[in-house]
């Protein structure tokens, strides 16, 4: 152990100012949004100097505490701050935070090239059979048109829904399925009804960036486990059940993002023995179901829906502007969590759940995912041919789905190269977004049929494969020196 | 101070049994919906007595910890708990319980009456317009039909929201609106971003009973202030203020549910002083502003959105089937619900919004809120008749809105008669699920749109009236005495 640096403020001072800001904050004497007394302030009032202020504050921004902004100074973050980043700063810097990958994704207009994404182009959805459904329900009794629906929603879409599990397996009665605003909305009221602050929770590492921005609103303490081809891995996962004691699992059922990798059946078992013996739970998100067209193992259907949860959406293969969402679980939590969205949501979305339905009853819905499910291989095919003629390699030839998880040339930074790419009117989603460990810096997730056929309106002169290009060459992109973190690849 | 009764368990050891399974609760050794061990096998292993085990078993029960079913014993409650109520037991005495309450409306089919749900009948709401709006979305831009929208909902809806605002006196900007999935869910929002677990919260006693469900899932302490003819009652608030020092205080603007009484300006600008010196805030939902003929002094208006925060949604005034809320506030705060928004459901209902959009701007909106006013205006003096010919007064002669608070023949206690008309198909709303203090037995809310007219196909011999009028005659409906806490009519 070393002294520390003479032109260093000492580490007791520090924690003095963190304490006393903590403090205040914990008894609301400051906040959300509240500036905090200045740097010159508050070293005057504590007697120390401003160095160490500047410490603490630099610190407590890094646990999501308090933030910067130019302008307004330090000001008290809000439950939901940015997610503590190795390297928080001005604003610009939220390019490594999921929420501004989602805020650009959805603000960015047709001008923009979006390979960020998590989204279809409209024309590879189903707008004729949308349009269909929209005019039937106009034709729809009165009460369909204006009145809550039942607390669970709507039970011919419940029956369906469990029509969809029994054919992977799962048996469940429609009283075991809760109908929601989307699929997101299904997680935010699982993690409500399971979790308690400080309470641990695995995800894999990368996993979909939303898991991360969630969990973060329910003040848990996220461990990343390293994912590998063939879904968590074993050891990591085993190391972090002994050491957390994590009271929930939440990952991908099927294709998982951002990787598109796809959990092996030898690999779930393991995972639900693990999960057993540590009294888990497991929540499987299996929004891209429809996109795989050989089914990967579930854990539900290995469990029978006794420790795990599923939860689900239509918004990726059907429409983002429809809300619905699902969740199957355990009759006895099922009734708990539909008080609990009665109490924090009142009615569920009854017209949106009838759309849902006429679209999945409509003649063209199976013809429909055979079609997506072709232009997808297809898409990526081309795609992963493109990537690599600009140095990017896919981690994994995906089995289905819309993403491919691309490391960089050696020594490019996934975050410099997204501040970069957005001068440009490009959109990208760095690696370290998705994740927890903050340990996929040369990573990046693309999303195939935003890259796919034409390009939309040029904002810059070059289009979008060039300018990646030229980017690819700008010693700006360049990151530091490789980490030893850094996974080898499979 | 008397002696415990010879044959009561020792309080110590009724509070060790107690502490024990709060700890194993908090541990997460026992989670929800989990059993308890039986109430023979925890004495035996504590070495206690049976009746101490029960007696600590139904106090944890009464705080809403762990909860009792026919049939399965003893089991851990969820976070989200029936409210810890006086007299709390099996499953029928859910009657007194917010969430019962809404399940039931939510679930009676047609043959049954609902005096006690809160919303219209079907041939109350704007039926055609809804129709051409459907029609019309039918034939919308592809993008409409399936993207997401942009992170804080559809930009000519709040538009059109902050128009409105602008009439009511309040200067927002649309940067200053955020669009939700529901009422209730903008009100989950604001909790969540401003609330820690424990922190307290201020409600009208009587107030909407889904405020109280809604902040119990917020672990919040929740604080009635008796509501008068004008407003909260000062003295009162002003107490409670300094007792408690609450963080916010969560009420309706304009017409009050269950009430129906109105805000005076006076009360407004009194309440509003104690809140700035406290730094409390005050969330105003603005649900049945629609039902106003004169509008209420708005908290909003007098603060500017400062410490003010309006929420809204159409549910009551154009269908509970189209999910559409709103959050009018800070511009900082909201950027940071619209990140906590994003993180918890992602997108919004972008068809959704364009739907209420399209019938706001129907041709025929105005004239819809004008007949919809008239007649209620003749549904209130048609059902205060008639209630008042079977012995119910209401509390105050509502100026607007859907609501009689109306108070019952000495004697008749209000759960009791709930319990009893629901064995005739007849959902009602007690008084106590509106009351944080549980002082409201002698009180029902009536909903004059669902009790006015024809009456729905009958499942007893007598209708609706004759069967309440017997059921008032019932000994079984005869609660206790009465009790001193009873509020003095006005």
């Known amino acids: 152990m070393s002294a520390p640096d003479a032109t260093s403020p000492a580490p007791t001072r520090i924690a003095q100012v963190m304490d006393q800001v903590r403090t205040r904050i914990a008894a609301r ?25 500047v410490e603490a504050y630099e610190r407590l921004a ?8 130019p302008g307004s ?15 928080i700063g001005p ?76 054919e992977q397996g799962v048996t469940a009665s429609p009283q075991q399925i809760l109908l929601t605003g989307s699929g997101t909305q ?39 486990v390293p994912w590998t081809t063939d879904g968590p891995d074993l050891a990591g996962f085993e190391a972090a059940v002994a050491a957390h004691r994590p009271r929930l699992y939440l990952t991908n059922a099927g294709l998982h993002n951002p990787t598109g990798a796809r959990l092996a059946a030898p690999t779930a078992h393991r995972v639900l ?18 996109f795989e067209t050989h089914p990967a193992p579930r854990y539900a259907a290995l469990d029978g829906l006794q420790r795990v949860v599923q ?64 232009r997808l291989a297809r898409a990526r095919h081309t795609v992963a041919a493109r990537l690599q003629a600009i140095g990017i390699t896919p981690w994994v030839q995906p089995q289905g789905g819309l993403f491919l998880w691309g490391r960089l040339p050696a020594g490019v930074d996934a975050s410099a190269l997204s501040r970069a790419a957005l001068m440009h009117g490009i959109v990208l989603a760095p690696g370290n977004v998705f994740s927890a460990g903050q340990t996929a810096d040369g990573f990046m997730r693309f999303n195939v049929a935003q890259m796919d056929g034409p390009e939309p309106p040029a904002t810059t002169a070059d289009g979008l494969w060039p300018t990646l290009q030229t980017l690819l060459r700008t010693p700006d992109v360049r990151g530091p020196a490789p980490s030893p973190h850094d996974r080898p690849s499979p």
């Open 186 to 224: 299904a997680i935010d009221l699982v993690c409500r009804f399971l979790l308690q602050p400080g309470d641990a929770v695995l995800v894999d590492d990368p996993c979909y960036f939303n898991f991360l921005a969630v969990l973060r609103a329910h003040r848990v303490q996220v461990i990343g």
């Open 73 to 87: 100074g330090w000001t008290v973050a809000a439950p939901l701050a940015p997610l503590a980043l190795a390297h």
């Open 91 to 166: 604003r610009r810097e939220r390019a490594v935070d999921p929420l501004w990958v989602s805020r650009q994704s959805l603000e960015a207009d047709d001008a923009r090239w979006r390979p960020g994404c998590g989204w279809l182009p409209p024309d590879w959805l189903p707008q004729a059979a949308l349009r269909r459904a929209l005019r039937g329900l106009g034709r729809a009794e009165d009460r369909a048109l204006t009145d809550y629906g039942p607390p669970q929603g709507l039970p011919a879409l419940r029956q369906w829904l469990a029509r969809r599990l029994a």
């Open 29 to 53: 004497q400051l906040t959300p949004g509240e500036k905090l007394p200045s740097i010159r302030a508050q070293a005057a009032t504590l007697g120390l100097s401003t160095s160490t202020v």
């Open 273 to 290: 023995r693990l999960a057993e013996a540590a009294g888990m739970t497991v929540v499987e998100d299996e929004v891209f179901a429809d």
């Open 311 to 374: 939860v689900g959406s239509f918004s990726k293969v059907m429409s983002a502007a429809v809300r619905s969402g699902h969740i199957a679980a355990r009759t006895d939590w099922i009734e708990g969590l539909t008080d609990l969205r009665l109490a924090t949501t009142f009615g569920g979305d009854a017209l949106g759940a009838a759309l849902v339905l006429a679209v999945l009853q409509d003649g063209q819905w199976r013809r429909h995912l055979d079609t997506l499910r072709l």
């Open 62 to 69: 890094a646990e999501g505490l308090i933030r910067s902004r």
